[in-house]
C-alpha cells in the first residue's frame, strides 16, 4: 500500500539524476512480472529493471545468453503494469544489440511495445556506438560494465572484475566513454568496493551497484536473491532481506530502507 498520493507520482530520469548531485541514494530491483514489481513500487522502490537474469532465475538457465526479444517484451509489459510511480529499464538480451540498425529495431520494441522508459546493455567498445545512436534517437540507455554476464563464455567465470591495476585503468575509461557516448546511467556490477566509489565520484551519471560496494550513488539486487529463492550458491554481495522481514512487501521495504541509509551492502557483501 502507497503511504500517500504524492508516493504514486512518476519518477523520471531527471530525478534521478538530481538524487545523485543531493545525496538521496537510489535503490533498485529487478522484476518479472506484474505482482512483484507492484509490491516493489508501493515499497518505495525508485528503478525497476526487467534484467535478462531472468534467463536464470525464472527460465532455470545457467546463463543469460538465451533470453530472446520476445521473452523480454513479454516480462516488461507484466511489470509495466505493476508499476505506478518506479522508473522501468529493460534489458537488451545477448545480441539483441550487436549492431545499430538491429539495435533500434529491438530497443523501439522495449519502449514502444513494453512501456520501458531506459534499456540497458552491457559493455564499452563498439557498444558505445550503439549507445550513442539510441541516446541520440531519444532513446535513454543505462550501461553495465565490470561483471557483464553476457561475456560469460570470454570471462569463464562469473567473478570479480577490475581487480588489477590495469583492469582497473580499463574500467575506469570504459565508464569515461560509455558516458561521454550519452549514457545516462551505469550499472557497476562486481568491482571492488574502491574502485567503485572512485567511477561514482568521477561520472556525472547515477552509478548504480550491485557487489561494487556502498559507496555507489544507489543499489540494485535481483529480486529472487533479495527474497532468498535464487536456486544455488547466494553471491556474496546479496542479502537474504526475508529472512527477517516475515513478508515479501517488508522485505523489499527493508531493502530500501537499507539501501537509503547505507547500511546495505556492508563489508561483508563488498569486494
Ligand atoms: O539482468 C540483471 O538482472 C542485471 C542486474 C544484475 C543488474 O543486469
Known amino acids: 500500500m502507497y503511504a500517500n498520493d504524492s508516493d504514486t507520482t512518476p519518477i523520471s530520469l531527471p530525478d534521478l539524476a538530481l538524487r545523485k548531485h543531493s545525496g538521496t541514494?537510489?535503490?533498485?530491483?529487478?522484476?518479472?512480472?506484474?505482482?512483484?514489481?507492484?509490491?516493489?513500487?508501493?515499497?518505495?522502490?525508485?528503478?525497476?529493471?526487467?534484467?535478462?537474469s531472468l534467463g536464470m532465475v525464472v527460465q532455470g538457465h545457467a546463463s543469460t545468453l538465451a533470453v530472446t526479444m520476445d521473452a523480454m517484451v513479454y516480462h516488461c509489459r507484466c511489470v509495466a503494469r505493476g508499476l505506478r510511480r518506479a522508473f522501468l529499464v529493460a534489458d537488451l538480451p545477448f545480441m539483441a544489440y550487436r549492431d545499430v540498425p538491429t539495435a533500434f529495431t529491438n530497443a523501439t520494441r522495449l519502449v514502444a511495445e513494453a512501456g520501458a522508459a531506459m534499456v540497458k546493455l552491457e559493455g564499452a567498445d563498439w557498444v558505445c556506438e550503439v549507445i550513442a545512436a539510441l541516446s541520440s534517437r531519444e532513446i535513454p540507455v543505462c550501461a553495465h560494465l565490470g561483471l557483464t554476464p553476457q561475456s560469460i563464455n570470454r570471462l569463464g567465470a562469473y567473478r570479480v572484475q577490475g581487480r588489477d591495476e590495469a583492469a582497473a585503468q580499463r574500467l575506469r575509461e570504459d565508464a569515461r566513454r560509455v558516458q561521454a557516448a550519452g549514457a545516462?546511467?551505469?550499472?557497476?556490477?562486481?568491482?571492488?568496493?574502491?574502485?567503485a566509489a572512485e567511477i561514482s565520484g568521477e561520472l556525472t551519471i547515477p552509478v548504480i551497484g550491485i557487489g561494487a560496494g556502498p559507496q555507489c550513488d544507489g543499489q540494485i539486487l535481483v529480486m529472487?536473491?533479495?527474497?532468498?529463492?535464487?536456486?544455488?550458491?547466494?553471491?556474496?554481495?546479496?542479502?537474504?532481506?526475508?529472512?527477517d522481514s516475515g513478508s515479501i512487501p517488508a522485505a523489499i521495504a527493508a531493502y530500501v530502507q537499507a539501501v537509503r541509509a547505507g547500511s546495505f551492502p556492508g563489508p561483508e557483501h563488498s569486494y
Do not use: M, N, W
Open 184 to 195: 545516462q546511467l551505469l550499472v557497476l556490477e562486481c568491482v571492488p568496493a574502491r574502485l
Open 224 to 243: 529472487h536473491d533479495l527474497l532468498g529463492i535464487t536456486p544455488g550458491k547466494r553471491p556474496r554481495f546479496s542479502k537474504d532481506f526475508l529472512a
Open 25 to 52: 541514494r537510489i535503490a533498485c530491483v529487478t522484476a518479472y512480472e506484474a505482482s512483484i514489481a507492484a509490491r516493489a513500487d508501493e515499497a518505495g522502490v525508485d528503478l525497476v529493471l526487467v534484467g535478462d
